[in-house]
């Protein structure tokens, strides 16, 4: 054996499988991958150095077996697969759905600090709370016609405010919200099957939420006293618009005052 191949089978001695692990990445998926070429590199390493590291043979030895295509010794009929079974990977879990909050209270109460979710999208809209103002409703297609702007209430409101209009700013935020509507897009979103309807009314006696089907809803006038009385019920104007899975899931009337 030549001095430079001892010197390599010393240092694959010391340093196990003489293969240096790559760093392990962000990624899951790409680690679960880098992992399985590893180890399938460690073992074509050590398969290599056992070659190179073995007793020298004679000179006058046979020539080394070739390997079948089944991957076994044409002289001898054993394996010659060296690298390792790569595990299976596990299969990753879907992400967890967003809870939905209770319809039957009050989303904002007039004094907390909350903001709506912010659509990215065009027409569609990603699971969220959102926040709009009713435009339409179509009971046949079972959809509604909704704005969706952005919601801020309390310090969020006064921090936007200051900054973006501080002259509006001076006498405070009245009603301490502010609805932000950059963007009129009427987007057209599909109901659930089993989404729910809730609005509140003034005059209630123990309940300021009440649900309602969605015919004797949609069959209410789109502008009224909002008392809890009929005939003079009218629909809320501005709503919380929950998406689940693409669909709305709920819509929660919301109260100003």
Same mark, same amino acid.
């Given at each position: ?7 390599? #089978? ?6 196990? /499988? ?20 590893? =180890? ?6 050590? !398969? /290599? @150095? ?21 991957? @076994?010794?044409?002289?001898?009929? @054993?394996?010659?697969? @060296? ?27 007039? !004094? !907390?600090?909350?903001?709506?979710? &912010? ?10 709370? +959102?926040?709009?103002?009713? =435009?339409?409703?179509?009971?046949? !297609? ?7 702007? =952005? ?7 006064? %921090?936007? &405010? ?6 509006? +700013? %001076? ?5 301490? +919200? ?18 729910? =309807?809730?609005?509140? #009314? ?7 939420? +009440? ?47």
């Amino acid at each position: 054996m030549r001095r430079d191949q001892q010197a390599d #089978c010393l240092n694959h001695d010391r340093d196990g /499988a003489g293969v240096r692990h790559a760093p392990v990445g962000a990624s899951r998926r790409a680690h679960r991958f880098r992992d399985a070429a590893l =180890i399938a590199a460690s073992g074509a390493v050590v !398969a /290599a @150095t056992a070659l190179a590291c073995g007793p020298a043979a004679p000179s006058d030895s046979a020539s080394p077996p070739t390997a079948s295509p089944t991957g @076994t010794s044409a002289s001898t009929g @054993t394996s010659t697969s @060296t690298a390792p079974p790569v595990a299976p990977t596990e299969a990753s879990s879907p992400p967890a759905a967003l809870p939905l909050k209770d319809p039957m209270t009050w989303r904002w109460d007039g !004094a !907390a600090s909350i903001t709506s979710d &912010v659509p990215t999208s065009g027409s569609s809209l990603e699971d969220g709370d +959102y926040f709009g103002e009713l =435009i339409s409703v179509d009971t046949a !297609a079972r959809t509604v016609d909704v704005d969706i702007m =952005i919601l801020l209430t309390g310090d969020l409101a006064d %921090a936007w &405010v200051q900054q973006n209009d501080p002259e509006d +700013y %001076a006498d405070g935020v009245e009603n301490g +919200y502010r609805m932000i509507n950059d963007v009129e897009r009427v987007r057209t979103l599909p109901l659930a099957d089993d989404a729910r =309807i809730t609005m509140w #009314c003034t005059g209630y006696d123990t309940e300021p939420m +009440y649900e309602w089907a969605l015919d004797e809803w949609a069959a209410l006038p789109e502008r009224g006293s909002i008392t809890c009385d009929a005939p003079d019920q009218a629909r809320n104007q501005y709503y919380w618009v929950d998406v689940r899975d693409g669909e709305v899931a709920q819509l929660v009337g919301q109260y100003f005052p």
